[in-house]
């Protein structure tokens, strides 16, 4: 057979063998330079000093930069704080006129007589929002408060309710709110976490940790939970005897061995998390003991959060906390107030409110008006509510039941127009009626105010789209002033 001829720049084939083997060998290679280059820019990735939760810029002009959310856990009534129901006294110990048709609630049908409410109400500032004597400091501050009468949502009982109002479903294991707002926007202060989490209690949150858990998103998008005591960062200040030059050292070598350990393992994202809290948690050391140390507040900043009074001292740390937090540069802070459902009144609801509104009253108002003389408020939006209200049927003769179906919630700063109220349920406060907003019309309004798109902030799972708001819901942009 006569010896195929050599061409400087090809070689010419005889047989179908060697233009098979010859193709096969270049789209291998083809292959071959894509994987190459995919590991030389995850390579150039790694080693650079990009960071997932690095500010990120909006989808349009932002009003609120950070969020502080003071979440009533357990359902307060709206019947007795915010949403005045003169009706209600004059039906008491009637039943529900048949025009509501069936009801069902967390403990069945009701057929409960309604219950009156034993407030004192009173129309407080220029706008003449009534609020009842529960809440009277706060009252004070009604001028800055856009009252939402009409709230309502999916969750019948306190572990979905209080579910769908963290993540938007009824159904554990999506991200949360604030995951949410850290994956969208990132965070002002790497020294710090992004989003963070106090409770009043040492009690657990109904549903746990997945309240203000990632979800699908990387783990690193997690809440990070504060303590209740004067030390929230356990563990934060090094041990006596370690110069700053040795825990930098011991913090350089864990993470190059848990890098090593993750890159065998690319879609566990709890090892990237546990990395970069390693990291944070050394730049924390740093930065971190200054927020949390309220020693440095006047005794009248400590006065006005209530830190000189047993009833408030513990709710109003937290909303001091909170504001130092968000001067710091922490994206989004919730804050539970009656962890582990106290809130839920379904007997004596005059002793369990009167209670909690004593404890949250002055905390609150101090925060609102601390937030406003630092000029904060405008860049902070604050928002207050439960899962659900409750009922205006009794329950046990001096309770309400639950109550997704109408409720109040409020919100202030950041943007929105304070002084007047929103919607309204009927005449007993049983169902929101006019300009109603669901929850995922309530998240995508707190997207909105910090200039997200609901629409657009997506997280591709698993080849899906997915949206905090489950693709419904729009947001109340009339909130904005």
Not at 126 to 132: A, K, L, T
Not at 175 to 190: C, D, I, R
Not at 333 to 361: F, M, P
């Amino acid at each position: 057979m006569a010896s195929k001829p050599l061409i400087p720049h090809h070689e010419l084939l005889y047989t179908r063998r060697d233009f098979l083997w010859r193709a096969g060998a270049g789209f291998g290679a083809l292959a071959l330079a894509g994987l190459l280059q995919q590991e030389a820019t995850a390579l150039a990735g790694a080693s650079s000093d990009l960071n997932p939760l690095a500010a990120k810029p909006p989808h349009f002009p932002v009003r609120a930069k950070s969020v502080i959310f003071l979440f009533m856990e357990g359902g307060p009534s709206h019947l007795d704080t915010f949403d005045y129901k003169p009706k209600l006294r004059e039906m008491a110990g009637q039943r529900l006129p048949p025009s509501f048709g069936p009801i069902i609630t967390a403990m069945g049908e009701s057929e409960s007589p309604l219950l009156a409410d034993r407030r004192q109400w009173k129309q407080y500032g220029q706008s003449g929002i009534w609020v009842s004597d529960w809440l009277p400091e706060i009252a004070e501050c009604v001028d800055d408060l856009a009252v939402i009468r009409s709230c309502w949502g999916d969750g019948l009982n306190h572990a979905n309710g209080v579910c769908q109002m963290n993540t938007g479903s009824i159904l554990g294991g999506r991200p949360s709110l604030g995951a949410w707002v850290s994956y969208g926007l990132g965070t002002e202060n790497e020294n710090l976490p992004a989003f963070t989490v106090l409770c009043d209690n040492n009690s657990q949150v109904i549903g746990g940790p997945r309240n203000w858990g990632p979800g699908f998103m990387p783990a690193l998008y997690q809440g990070v939970r504060l303590g209740p005591s004067t030390e929230p960062f356990p563990n934060l200040n090094p041990p006596r005897g370690i110069s700053e030059v040795e825990q930098q050292g011991k913090i350089e070598l864990l993470s190059e061995l848990n890098r090593q350990h993750a890159s065998r393992r690319p879609d566990y994202t709890e090892l990237d998390a546990r990395i970069r809290s390693y990291e944070m948690a050394f730049h924390m050391q740093a930065e971190a003991p200054g927020v949390v140390d309220l020693s440095k507040e006047s005794e009248a900043t400590k006065e006005l959060y209530g830190l000189d009074r047993d009833e408030t001292a513990s709710f109003g740390r937290n909303c001091l906390l909170a504001r130092r937090l968000v001067e710091h540069g922490v994206r989004f802070v919730q804050l539970y107030s009656g962890t582990g459902s106290k809130w839920d009144a379904h007997a004596k609801i005059e002793q369990n409110h009167s209670d909690l509104c004593r404890a949250v009253d002055k905390p609150i108002a101090g925060l609102l008006k601390d937030l406003k003389a630092r000029g904060l408020l405008e860049s902070t939006l604050v928002l207050w509510g439960g899962e659900f209200g409750r009922t205006p049927m009794s329950e046990k003769g001096d309770g309400r039941d639950h109550n997704p179906t109408g409720f109040t919630m409020w919100m202030a700063g950041g943007g929105v127009k304070g002084g007047h109220v929103i919607g309204e349920t009927d005449e007993l406060g049983l169902r929101a009626v006019k300009e109603r907003l669901h929850v995922h019309d309530l998240h995508a309004t707190i997207l909105w105010l910090m200039g997200l798109d609901h629409s657009k902030l997506v997280y591709r799972h698993q080849g899906r789209p997915e949206r905090l708001t489950l693709n419904v819901g729009e947001p109340y942009t009339k909130i904005a002033g």
